[in-house]
């Protein structure tokens, strides 16, 4: 089964614009939960533009699906992750005003680095991922790094659905068979959506977890969260 974990930065988004609380992270993590999503996925930026190093905080003990942190490994998210320890930690090449992720990590590249985060996440008992392009050479690359897990970046996918599903994929699929082949679990994130994520999960159906939160949260806001969460569940059938 292919888990749904619901990016909710867009929520924190939302809610900043305006200061205050509404609307309310935690209560939104709790539908979202209710609603069936099987994980709640948060992307803490160290200028909080959108979720806050103190939702996270917040967050840990309402979730009681899979949590999901996702960033880049400076020392303020590293310690904020040990803190919290989630279930997983998946980690981004994200620059510090990045406005979304955009690429993956050279793995070979930056071994030394990501082999000494992945073990101390994994010391400390925390699943790690390691976002990467659809190169098996980085797939296997993070496996040498200790990694657990890949998640790979599928804007690349997303943006060339519409002119040949099959061409767009083809890059995933064979990433997607590296990781497999070298004993990595596998996710999936960035720019899924309705419109693409079935195909996606009918051609690799062995991916573990699928991130989704932009397309989703717009989604939603025509459909109401609690189908909009029902037809992304769908999806992975």
Known sequence: MTRLSVNINKIATLRNARGGNNPDVLAVARDVENFGAQGITVHPRPDERHIRYQDVRDLKPLVSTEFNIEGNPIDSFTQLVLEVVPTQVT???????????????????????????????????????????????MVEGAKICGADRVELYTEPYASGYAAGRETAIAPFLAAAEEARRVGLGLNAGHDLSLENLAYFHQVIPWTDEVSIGHALICDALYMGLEETIKQYLQALK
């Open 91 to 137: 980690l981004v090449p994200d620059g510090h005003d990045q406005l979304t992720s955009n690429h993956g990590w050279d793995t070979i590249e930056n071994k030394a680095f990501l082999t000494d985060i992945c073990r101390t996440f994994k010391e400390a008992g925390i699943r790690t991922s390691i976002f990467v392009d659809a190169d098996p050479r």
